[in-house]
């Protein structure tokens, strides 16, 4: 997709993110995914920026694993030594470049995980792009998109709870970029929205 849609997506992704992430109980909490998924769905049916509107797809409702507070990881960030960009492969084959925010690294089913972080502009939260062990069965075969505030310190949230899919898992016209190879996950992430078809 381009980057004025994903941000537009970003936003939609990330509504109510400051109450998520700042005001965690675990009733609250769930409510609040839930309430935000529907909502969700709304803009997806109705919105004249949503792919299915523009594309006059038919849309029916997403499908998510349940609300899951553990897969709200708390994980050690690390800014990288020095500024550097990785470019992505899309669904379209058209490039695209993104600064390297970081690294997150956490501890998940046993097994350590880091995922690379990446800049989409200035005064945006983070982009984490990734697949994991659902990949292909009951995720989108192409990974997963995440966003995460811009840490102030060494942690970093990564909620997958609030993981979805891109455009292109809906309407092909749509060019999204593929996750880096550092960012395939060896455990499957249960969390977050399911396969559309």
């Known amino acids: 997709m381009s980057k004025v849609v994903y941000i537009i997506l970003l ?4 509504a109510g993110g400051y109450f998520l ?18 909502q969700k769905d709304i803009w997806l049916a109705n919105d004249e920026a949503s792919p299915f509107v523009k594309t006059n797809t038919p849309f029916k409702r997403l499908r998510y694993y349940p609300v899951d507070p553990a897969y709200r990881i708390r994980a050690h960030f690390e800014p990288p030594t020095q500024r550097d960009s990785i470019t992505l492969t899309t669904s379209t084959g058209e ?6 925010a970081g690294s997150a690294h956490f501890r998940l089913q046993g097994q350590n995980c880091s995922l690379l972080v990446l800049y989409v502009g200035p005064g945006e939260n983070l982009f ?12 989108y075969g192409a990974g997963r998109y995440l966003e995460a505030p811009r840490p102030d310190s060494d942690e ?8 979805y899919n891109p455009y292109c898992a809906y309407v092909d016209a749509y060019t999204c970029p593929f996750p880096p190879r550092q960012n395939i996950l060896p455990v499957a992430i249960e969390a977050g929205e399911k396969n559309y078809h």
Do not use: C, W
Not at 11 to 14: A, F, I, S
Not at 21 to 35: F, G, K, L, S, T
């Open 128 to 139: 984490v792009p990734f697949m994991d062990a659902t990949s292909g069965k009951t995720t």
């Open 21 to 38: 992430y700042h005001h965690y109980h675990q009733n609250d909490y769930v409510a609040a995914i839930e309430a935000h998924r529907n």
């Open 95 to 100: 490039p695209q470049t993104y600064l390297i």
């Open 156 to 163: 970093i949230i990564l909620d997958f709870n609030l993981a």
């Open 11 to 14: 936003v939609l992704g990330v």
